[in-house]
Structure formats: C-alpha cells, structure tokens
C-alpha cells in the first residue's frame, strides 16, 4: 500500500494540517527612527540591527519604547476617573459590518493584560505582575522572588523588548501604534465595480426561455 492510501493517523492528520501563515512584519528605518535612542550604542539611534542570521530586526531600544508606550497609556486608563471614561462608537476593520459601541480604555487594559500572560513564561509573568501591574519597587520584587539585583534588572528588560515586540506585531489588531488602537483607522476598502463594467448576459426582467417539446 501506497503512502497515499494510508489511512490517516492522528499523527499524519496533525503533519498534513495546513500551517497558519502569518507573514512577518517589515521592519524599516521610518518605522523605527522616531522610537530609536539616540544615546544606543547598538543603533547609534536609527532603530535597526543587521545580522547575518537574522537579517534585519528591531533594536532593543525601540522594542522597550513600545512597551513604555502602551505601559504608560495603560496606566493612565488604569488611574482614569471612572466617571470620565465614556463609550465610544467604533468603525470595525470589515466595511460591511455595522460599528459597534464599545468602552476602549477598559478593551485596551484587557487586551494589555491578556496579551501580556499569554506571551509571557511564568517567571517572567511574575516579574510583570509585581513590578509592572502592582508597582512594587526592585528591592521588593527581589526579595518577594528570592533573586539578585542584575537578574531581576535582565529580566525586565526581557519583558519589555518581547512585549514590546508582541504589542506592535499582534495581528490582525496590534496594541500599537496607540492612535489606531483608539481612534479605529485601519479599515479594509471595499472592492469597488463601476456599474458600466457589469454587461447583463440576457436582458434584465426577461425570463429564460426553456425549449419544450411539442405534443404530437
Ligand atoms: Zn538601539
């Protein structure tokens, strides 16, 4: 018997299933130049490293302003008045669908929060939970997780630049650029026909006509 009469086993049935293609972001110069530090000393400010493995990727400098971006707005919505936070009518990405009324600073800390734990490990959510949600200073945090200094600091900064990373590459709605996570811009364009290109095949109103035989 063939290999294509095999009959599928949960195995070959797991190999066979077609892949989730995401296709990966483009870095580029004017996606990183304002995000860049100046003072890095692995970008000297442009925002970009080349390997020769890699090919090219973001600098670590930009992947952690992402992250302080989004940190920072999230706990401006966290610290909000409740009663200055107000439902707003959001266009949704699909230009057939109706927009919907929503509560954007409540979906952006959920989504803040949920992205964060499903990309984090549990060492590292830990770390996040203790220094980035609840506030607690670094010595704190060391001695509430039995750790040095310089590991704690390492870890940190591993946060930031995975998050960072996560927050502006999540498809198909990225957490950043903030202005379009709040105010809704991205909307796919309708395919456009221009009526005069439509050419009926018989003429509108008319009945096809169906041959029948004729009784003898
Ligand atoms: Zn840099």
């Excluded at 929503?102 to 490990?121: H, I, N, P, Q, T």
Aim: aromatic share 10%; proline share 6%.
């Amino acid at each position: 018997m063939g290999p294509m009469n095999e009959a599928p086993t949960k195995e070959t049935k797991f190999k066979r299933r077609p892949e989730v293609l995401v296709e990966p972001m483009e870095w580029n110069r004017s996606e990183t130049l304002a995000l860049a530090a100046h003072s890095c000393t692995r970008c000297h400010g442009v925002g970009l490293s080349y390997s020769s493995r890699s090919g090219t990727a973001p600098c670590q400098c930009v992947l952690r302003n992402i992250f302080r971006a989004c940190h920072v707005r999230f706990r401006q919505c966290l610290e909000k008045e409740k009663h200055l936070c107000k439902v707003t009518l959001n266009h949704c990405s699909s230009p057939n669908s109706r927009p919907t009324w929503g509560r954007k600073d409540e979906e952006y800390m959920a989504d803040f929060f949920l992205v964060s734990r499903r990309f984090l490990d549990e060492e590292e959510f830990r770390v996040f939970r203790f220094h980035l949600l609840l506030g607690a200073d670094w010595k704190l945090c060391c001695r509430r997780l039995n750790t040095d200094r310089g590991t704690f600091f390492h870890t940190v900064y591993r946060i930031q630049e995975k998050l960072g990373r996560v927050f502006r590459e999540l498809a198909p709605f990225s957490l950043y650029p903030l202005d379009e996570y709040f105010n809704s811009t991205r909307r796919a364009d309708a395919v456009s026909l221009h009526p005069c290109c439509l050419i009926p095949i018989r003429p509108i109103g008319s009945r096809p006509v169906v041959p029948t035989l004729k009784a003898a």
